[in-house]
Structures are given as structure tokens and as C-alpha cells.
């Protein structure tokens, strides 16, 4: 993939959100740790002008990460993970509290621009910093998407809406397989040898295959809930993956696509409205 097919699967990825949200009730409260609709976007944008000052002005975003990561905390043994996300909102509605929803709008549009235009001018291979080790410029994009697509998650299922998915979905399932060593690392694990075989079944019927298909450890099914458990979105138990092997059901109980220290997605149930089927272990 190219840097500008990344930035144009973004841009795809965005859109799709901007859509639901134009008809949606700004101070609505999405299922993910009391933040609000107008929560969300505010997120958008900070972090578009995190990820586009990483591109463009390394001494500025270094500045900006600095005093972001001092105003959020992230969770620890003492900081559960609902503090740390009430001090990012706390954090970005202090610098975005001021503007109008319509403001708000227009301004993750500018700010969503700013970034494309500044990922496509930027070597793919190129490493910028962010939040933990510096990244690939083209890494960088995909992961601009796979919070998109995570965060979008919560306004859709606010608002009982089936998103339109693609198959540029994949960006966001790789960002999964990839994250998958990060996952057991963050739990003091060390990490499956041989690597959980995945096949998913994408939105357009095609299959996605990573690692060794020889692998006796398996995650196996549809993109769409294998991208939701990533991203903490849902439950493994609530989607259909068929999860065959003890490293691979360890993997689907911490997957984990974010940085930072571990943090658990929601409990069985919680959020299953559209998902009627339920995961098999083998």
C-alpha cells in the first residue's frame, strides 16, 4: 500500500464518521466511558494535529505530546483507565470548549485536511515520533484510521447505526495482527512462538490471511468483529470468531490496539445490540 492510498483510506474511513455524526446530538453520551458525541470529535481533532505536527515539526509535537501526556495520566495500579480518559476529555474540551458544534465540525475538517496533505507529502518509510516508539509516516496514517474506525465505533452503536464498512478495513485488522506482541508484552507475557494463525473474512468477501497457517493456535471469522475486539469495542464472547487454542483465546482477552498500559474492553454483553453470535473455543 501507498502513502496515498493510506491517506485516502483515512480520508474514506473519516468521512463515513462525519456523515453519522452530522445527525447526531452533540452532548448524546456513546457507550465508551461517559464521553459524549461532541467527546469524540473533539479527540479527532487534537489528535489530527498531534499526528500532523509529527509529520511536519517534530520539536512542536514533542512539545505538544509533552504537555498532553502531562494532562491526561495515563492509567496505572492506582489510575484506572475511566480517570485517564475523564482527564483526556478534561484535557481537549479545556482548548476546544470555546468553539460552536458547527466550529467543532469545521474545524476536524481543516484539521483532517491539514493531515492528508501533510501525509501525502511525507516519505512512507519516513520514522516520525508518537506516543511510544517512533513509527513508520505510512504506520502513522494507518493508525489515524484504526482510531477513527475504534472511536467512530462508539458514536455508531450510540446511535443503533451499521457502519458501511470496506475493505479498507483491513488497514485496521492488520493494525490488530501487528499489535499483537504489544499486547502480551503490555500484560508481562511473552508473546506466542509460533503466531495465532488469522483468517477473516473481509466486508467484500475476500480472505485475510496472516501468519502460519499451520499454526495449531487460530483466530478465524469476520473482519468486522475481529477489528471491534482490536480495538476493545466489543467482547470476543459477543462476536462469531471461532478462537481455537490457548494462545489465541489469551490474545482475544487482551487485544489491545491503543498504546498505552493495559486496559480492558467491555465485559460480556455490555455491547452486543447487532451481534447475535457468540465465539466457540475449540
Not at 496533505?117 to 484504526?146: H, S
Not at 447505526?161 to 492488520?174: D, I
Request: with cysteine; charged share 25%.
Amino acid at each position: 500500500m501507498s502513502m496515498a492510498e493510506a491517506c485516502e483510506d483515512l480520508a474514506a474511513e473519516a468521512a463515513e464518521l462525519r456523515a453519522l455524526v452530522r445527525g447526531a446530538v452533540p452532548e448524546a453520551v456513546t457507550p465508551f466511558e461517559g464521553w459524549r458525541v461532541r467527546d469524540v470529535v473533539e479527540h479527532m481533532v487534537t489528535i489530527d494535529r498531534l499526528a500532523t505536527l509529527s509529520l511536519t515539526d517534530a520539536a512542536a509535537f514533542n512539545a505538544e505530546q509533552g504537555r498532553f501526556v502531562e494532562g491526561t495520566k495515563p492509567p496505572s495500579a492506582d489510575r484506572p483507565r475511566a480517570e485517564a480518559f475523564a482527564r483526556i476529555k478534561a484535557y481537549e474540551t479545556s482548548r476546544l470548549a470555546f468553539l460552536s458544534w458547527a466550529q467543532l465540525l469545521a474545524a476536524w475538517d481543516a484539521g483532517l485536511a491539514e493531515l492528508i496533505a501533510a501525509g501525502r507529502g511525507a516519505a512512507e518509510d519516513a520514522k516520525v515520533g508518537w506516543f511510544g516508539p517512533p513509527m513508520r509516516a505510512r504506520t502513522l496514517i494507518n493508525a489515524r484510521q484504526m482510531e477513527v474506525w475504534g472511536y467512530g465505533q462508539d458514536v455508531f452503536d450510540l446511535m443503533r447505526a451499521r457502519r458501511a464498512e470496506g475493505e479498507r478495513l483491513r488497514n485496521v485488522a492488520e493494525f490488530g495482527v501487528r499489535t499483537m506482541g504489544f499486547c502480551f508484552a503490555n500484560h508481562g507475557l511473552p508473546a506466542p512462538d509460533p503466531k495465532p494463525f488469522v483468517a477473516l473474512t473481509s466486508p467484500g468477501g475476500a480472505t485475510w490471511a496472516w501468519n502460519d497457517p499451520g499454526a495449531d493456535s487460530r483466530v478465524e471469522g469476520s473482519a468486522v468483529d475481529f477489528c471491534r475486539v482490536a480495538v476493545q469495542r466489543r467482547n470476543v464472547a459477543d462476536t462469531a470468531l471461532k478462537v481455537t487454542g490457548e494462545a489465541a483465546r489469551t490474545w482475544m482477552r487482551i487485544a489491545q490496539c491503543i498504546a498505552g498500559p493495559p486496559a480492558e474492553g467491555p465485559a460480556p454483553g455490555v455491547r452486543a445490540w447487532d451481534l447475535p453470535g457468540a465465539a466457540t473455543d475449540a
